[in-house]
């Protein structure tokens, strides 16, 4: 059985994916249901959603980990281990992976080059930050952020790393990593600098070189290009379930995080949508995906004892839940 760990916010992100990978193969838990729990079923569990605990809701997820993998379950993405996004692009930047650097918005940033842009360290959404071109500017809109009621604890001053695959025209590729297979999976093109699904699909279909872009998306999967540089960044960064969001750059690949926790969407509304053109291969992928992780299950029966001196308090709270309903 694989075990899906998220935070209560953001199961929905396995919506999809459990009644496709079968939930006789897997189910999800939330961690405040985990943290409660005194025994728990052995086999294989994800931890995700790192970013968005606390650093005491993280300690009590390592704990959890700790005693389920002593008592011969399988972990991936192990919360002791696991880098989070600042000491992620640090490291990766150290490692020579990539030529761009972060620092905690309320240390005194001053980056080593312009432009630069401010996130959320905790969470995933970006939006459209601007690009802020000089230290001056930076100190301004740091202190523009606390004058309106923002703390810079929890922020992040990241120096821009981009490049235009045609003039207007920007990538942003993406690649899975699950138990030690690494999976070329999609090619996104947009107008904007933060890359996403493209709104707009007429004015990209009528690109001149749309044609080179859908022809550069199947090279990029079928020949899972890429993979060396990925997986060596996600064993630096102690992730052994995820996907990781990157662009190439002077002809490498400049990763700008990776995702434990990413979205698996409902294949009857994607390929009922997707452009034609791109159906078998990102099916291709998909399968893929979903193969790795199913390789994952560790078919162990039995239960593991939590007994933790940290997590015993909420232990003593616990009250069976219903089981979730699952709707289509």
């Known amino acids: 059985m694989i075990h899906f760990v998220t935070t209560r916010p953001h199961g ?102 312009f432009p630069v842009f401010i996130r ?40 821009y790393a981009g490049e235009e695959v045609s003039p207007g025209v920007w990538q942003r590729l993406q690649t899975y990593h699950i138990g030690g297979e690494t999976i070329a999976h999609t090619n996104v093109m947009d107008f904007k600098w933060v890359a996403k699904d493209v709104k707009d699909m007429k004015r990209l279909e009528s690109h001149p070189l749309f044609d080179h872009f859908i022809a550069k998306e199947q090279e990029f999967i079928s020949k899972n290009l890429y993979a060396d540089v990925l997986s060596r960044a996600f064993e630096l960064a102690g992730i052994d379930y995820g996907r990781a969001d990157f662009a190439i750059v002077n002809g490498k690949p400049q990763i700008y995080e990776i995702n434990t926790n990413p979205y698996h969407g409902d294949h009857e509304a ?45 232990q003593a709270w616990w009250k069976p839940r219903p089981e979730p309903v699952w709707r289509p």
Not at 77 to 92: G, I, M, S
Not at 143 to 150: I, M, N, V
């Open 12 to 113: 929905t992100t396995l919506r999809f994916l459990i009644p496709r990978l079968g939930r006789s193969r897997c189910r999800d838990w939330y961690y405040d249901d985990v943290f409660r729990r005194k025994k728990l079923p052995s086999g294989t569990w994800i931890f995700t959603d790192h970013e968005r605990l606390s650093p005491f809701e993280l300690t009590l997820a390592a704990r959890v980990a700790f005693h389920l993998e002593r008592g011969g379950a399988r972990i991936l993405n192990h919360p002791a281990r696991v880098l989070r996004r600042f000491d992620l692009l640090r490291t990766l930047k150290a490692a020579g992976i990539n030529d761009f650097s972060a620092w905690r918005a309320e240390s005194s940033p001053k980056p080593d080059s």
């Open 120 to 159: 959320n360290e905790y969470d995933h959404w970006l939006g459209d930050p601007p690009l802020i071109p000089d230290q001056a500017t930076l100190q301004a809109e740091l202190a523009a952020l606390q004058r309106s009621g923002y703390p810079l604890v929890g922020k992040l001053v990241i120096e």
């Open 270 to 314: 994607l390929f009922r949508t997707i452009h034609p053109r791109r159906a078998a291969i990102q099916k291709y992928s998909e399968d893929l995906v979903e193969k790795a992780l199913l390789k994952t299950d560790l078919s162990a029966d039995g239960t593991v004892k939590i007994k933790d001196p940290m997590l015993q308090r909420y």
